[in-house]
């Protein structure tokens, strides 16, 4: 049974999240090109799910009058994936305000102090 989740490493889209999910090939070739998006460790048995935000909009065909309808070509790759997420770091600007705020905090506390 196929899950309804994205296989993609990092990648959290879910039939929640409003993402369409697309079926995996069932074998051969373009089962291969499409593991080869996930992890090294990744060799599924059966088929897998991949969510629309691994596909490049050339793979898709429109439906007329609507972007909302859309259907993925026959033997397109999944080729986009999300880079592992990381910890932000704060911005230039948001430590120039830490540093202001600790700036003031110490001249409080110094007047106290006198």
Same mark, same amino acid.
């Given at each position: 049974m196929t899950g309804s989740r994205c296989v993609v490493q990092d990648c959290e889209n879910n039939h929640k999240t409003g993402k369409s999910l697309r079926l995996s090939p069932k074998s051969g070739p373009k089962k291969a090109e499409w593991i080869r998006l996930h992890s090294k460790n990744f060799n599924p048995l059966g088929r897998f799910v991949v969510c629309s935000d691994h596909f490049e909009r050339e793979c898709y065909?429109?439906? #007329?009058?609507? #972007? +909302? =309808?859309?259907? +993925?070509? $026959?033997?397109?790759? *999944? &080729?986009?994936? =999300? *880079? $592992? $997420? &990381?910890?932000?770091? *704060?911005?230039?600007? #948001?430590?120039?305000?830490?540093? =202001?705020e600790i700036k003031e905090l110490l001249a409080t506390a110094d007047n106290k102090l006198l």
């Open positions: 065909h429109f439906g #007329e009058g609507s #972007e +909302l =309808k859309r259907y +993925l070509i $026959k033997g397109s790759v *999944p &080729t986009i994936w =999300k *880079p $592992k $997420k &990381t910890i932000a770091s *704060p911005s230039d600007r #948001e430590l120039r305000q830490r540093a =202001k």
